[in-house]
């Protein structure tokens, strides 16, 4: 049990357009999701931390017009990045818990570049 | 906020060898997870423990939550479990967690 499915697992895009990446957490519900990031060999960053039916609570320095999260139910959390910059390439990491004092289920990531 | 610093950063080891990593957090926490990230990126829990031992086949885990630091142990090590490893720790009063530095870890045949 406790599967993420992150989709896609990869994206190119051209700068200036958006991507929208898919956070779904397949057979629990998740009160609680989050996002990270992770450039090349460093550790994960949390973005943002997202719970259902309520606005994401963002981390210092995180643009929160720019990384557009959306929890719209306990299975689904989406990530968008608006006018993708080619800065903006990395690898975005969801994961979900049913709640405190649970495990947190990461979903595969996503690879993103832009052009 | 909570720093989470993890030991040593590299580690490169003959397939067989035995290997403990470190994790040292400089604060109380209330749950610690070490995760294991695969050459594809994929993270794969290893343990949830927020204090004790645990095992799992070649792998264990100990946190000394009053001493805040856990170790992660890795016997007869496989070129397989080559990757990062990762420990995560959770602050109380928060549902955040927070990642540690890394430690990459090759295993050659």
């Known amino acids: 049990g406790a599967v993420v499915s992150q989709h896609p697992s990869w994206v190119i895009c051209k700068s200036g357009t958006s991507v929208k990446i898919e956070c779904r957490s397949l057979?629990?519900?998740?009160?609680?999701m989050f996002w990270y990031r992770q450039f090349p060999k460093q550790s994960l960053m949390l973005m943002a931390t997202?719970?259902?039916?309520?606005?994401?609570?963002?981390e210092q320095g995180v643009e929160k017009d720019k990384f557009l999260i959306n929890h719209a139910s306990l299975t689904l959390s989406t990530l968008t990045v608006t006018s993708a910059h080619p800065e903006d390439s990395s690898f975005y990491i969801c994961s979900a818990t049913r709640g405190r004092d649970s495990p947190l289920h990461f979903g595969n990531g996503t690879r993103l570049t832009v052009t | 906020g909570i720093q989470v610093e993890q030991s040593p950063p590299d580690l490169i080891l003959q397939e067989g060898a035995n290997s403990t990593l470190r994790c040292n957090f400089s604060?109380?926490?209330?749950?610690l997870q070490w995760f294991h990230q695969n050459p594809w990126g994929q993270l794969i829990n290893l343990f949830y423990?927020?204090?004790g031992t645990k095992q799992n086949g070649r792998l264990s885990a100990t946190t000394v939550a009053t001493e805040r630091y856990s170790l992660l142990y890795i016997s007869s090590s496989q070129t397989t479990d080559s990757g990062v490893y990762f420990c995560a720790v959770d602050p109380p009063n928060t549902d955040k967690l927070i990642f540690g530095t890394g430690t990459r870890l090759q295993v050659f045949p």
């Open positions: 423990i927020p204090s």
């Open positions: 604060d109380s926490v209330n749950n």
């Open positions: 057979d629990f519900q998740a009160t609680t």
């Open positions: 997202s719970n259902e039916g309520s606005k994401a609570t963002y």
